[in-house]
């Protein structure tokens, strides 16, 4: 962790005169997690849609990327392979970070991803604010949307790496599960994967990078500290909390050095663009394919 | 060593003792399980004893038999029969049959994934002249052998089972599918409304949330909050 995150009180960065305006929020090995899975994202993306799309001219050049039709496979398999030991490894570390002590109860409580009832309250009064007719809701550490986005990439992990494993060991695979399963299972792996994309293209960047609350990008996962004006506004219930627990100081950061600042919208845009160019190419030439 | 990590470690091990124990527990389990020895030669062979039937699960297709059920002909009008899957020459008696192309009859089943993305020609499976039906008793595509002399030539090891795999797949979204391949016709569907509804419920709202922010300003966006 570097330093401009160990700072534990508010107080005055002697460098460049910061205040501590930021609030951290992720853990350096969430970010890694992130980041890991953005990687493995983007390239499972532009491997499959290419191979999906190779009869095109765009498919054609996304394989040629990866040195061809056979060898976008065999790249598409090692990192599917990848992220499946990555999703166990996120299992482990979801057994030791569970507070074992509180629980089942904690699984209902805010700090938990599983959703809860408020969470159903909170998207409605969240769509009576945008028609003006409620105020706006307090969000606790995690928003309903949040949440969502983390259970889609759950069990479209649990979808995807099943039928992925299945379809690359066709002949193993078919020991267990009829042949026939094959072609159910290249349906499923397809559908799930377009929606996957879809959703991060459209939907998870637009909350991260277009709305005016976040707008160019919102850093939280790639610097670790959200800006604390804004949080206050969003989710005033989990500062209030930190500050209940005594636990807000501690949290407070200072603004991060330009460089890092400037990795990180790097590595956001560069994502993005590639992710926008993905789906774009894939709506102007998946209606051309044999499917 | 602290309290977690104490705790892990004894995870570790108790999944450590597990895994060593599994091979002993599948020594003693029963010959005949369902699923793991009793289909094996089966599998392999294609070959099912004579009080056996097929397994249900490789019949996951309903094929119609379409014309007089199971005529053999050798007739003048074998061409007008159109079950000709048990023909030794499934093109026997068609007119012109050596000046036509295969896609020029089956124009659907000439789009596969094998042929368009492995550029696989008819020939390499269906084999060369005559092309004997598949239920055709001593034909290499027959489903008791398909496996071996069609499918192995490519998958090594392709057991009955593999060669259910529907290379000439229908279109999963078209309600006749529903009728020969149940499964992916309600597979299909079942996750295109998992999609359509993820984004039926999340495109309008997160368009009305940019509207809203964008409308309401950065500053004004939530309710102000003085205790803080």
Redesign the interface.
């Known amino acids: 962790m570097s330093s401009w995150q160990e700072r534990k009180a508010p107080t005055v960065n002697a460098k460049t005169n910061d205040e501590a305006t930021r609030v951290r929020r992720f853990t350096p090995l969430q970010r890694f997690f992130h980041g890991g899975l953005l990687a493995a994202f983007i390239v499972q993306g532009a491997t499959g849609l290419g191979?999906m799309s190779?009869?095109t001219g765009w498919g054609k050049g996304l394989c040629r990327l990866f040195g061809g039709?056979e060898s976008a496979l065999v790249l598409h398999k090692i990192v599917g392979i990848l992220m499946i030991a990555g999703f166990l490894i996120h299992m482990v570390y979801l057994?030791?970070v569970i507070d074992?002590r509180r629980f089942p109860r904690m699984l209902l409580g805010p700090d938990s991803l599983v959703p809860s009832p408020r969470d159903a309250r909170q998207f409605f009064e969240?769509?009576g604010?945008?028609?003006?007719v409620r105020?706006?809701p307090?969000f606790d550490r995690w928003g309903y949307w949040e949440k969502?986005d983390y259970w889609?990439v759950f069990w479209g992990m649990v979808i995807l790496g099943i039928s992925g494993l299945l379809l690359a060991f066709?002949?193993a695979s078919?020991?267990m599960?009829?042949?026939?399963g094959?072609?159910?299972a290249l349906?499923?792996h397809r559908?799930?994967a377009?929606?996957a994309m879809?959703?991060v293209f459209?939907?998870h960047f637009?909350?991260a990078h277009?709305?005016?609350?976040s707008f160019p990008m919102d850093r939280a996962m790639f610097e670790g500290t959200v800006d604390l004006e804004?949080t206050?506004?969003?989710k005033?219930a989990w500062?209030?909390r930190l500050k209940e627990a005594g636990r807000f100081e501690e949290r407070l950061a200072t603004e991060a050095p330009p460089f890092v600042r400037a990795a990180s919208y790097l590595f956001g845009f560069v994502a993005m663009a590639a992710g926008i160019a993905l789906l774009v190419g894939a709506v102007i030439n998946l209606p051309r394919i044999?499917? | 060593m602290t309290g977690s990590g104490k705790r892990v470690l004894a995870c570790l091990v108790v999944m450590a003792i597990m895994w060593i124990l599994a091979a002993q527990a599948r020594a003693q389990d029963e010959a005949a399980s369902h699923l793991l020895r009793y289909r094996d030669r089966e599998a392999s062979t294609g070959y099912y004893e004579e009080y056996e039937v097929m397994p249900r699960h490789l019949r996951a297709f309903i094929e119609p038999r379409p014309g007089p059920a199971d005529v053999v002909g050798y007739s003048p009008n074998a061409p007008t029969i159109r079950d000709r899957t048990r023909l030794a020459d499934s093109h026997y008696g068609i007119r012109f049959y050596d000046r036509r192309r295969c896609e020029t009859c089956h124009p659907e089943e000439a789009r596969n994934l094998h042929t368009t993305r492995a550029n696989l020609t008819c020939r390499q499976c269906h084999g060369g002249e005559p092309i004997p039906g598949s239920r055709y008793y001593y034909a290499p595509m027959n489903p008791i052998r398909r496996h071996a002399y069609i499918c192995a030539k490519c998958h090594q090891g392709a057991n009955a089972s593999f060669a259910t795999y529907r290379v000439h797949e229908p279109n999963p979204a078209l309600l006749s599918t529903q009728a020969t391949f149940p499964v992916l016709f309600w597979v299909f569907w079942i996750m295109i409304v998992i999609a359509a509804g993820t984004f039926l419920l999340f495109l309008p709202h997160t368009a009305l949330w940019g509207i809203r922010e964008l409308l309401a300003g950065k500053k004004g966006t939530h309710r102000e909050r003085e205790d803080q």
């Open positions: 191979r190779v009869e039709y057994l030791v074992w969240h769509l604010w945008f028609f003006g105020p706006h307090e969502f889609a066709p002949v078919s020991r599960v009829p042949g026939w094959l072609n159910v349906w499923v559908i799930e377009l929606l879809a959703h459209i939907i637009f909350v277009v709305r005016r609350h804004s206050r506004r969003e005033p500062l209030a044999t499917w």
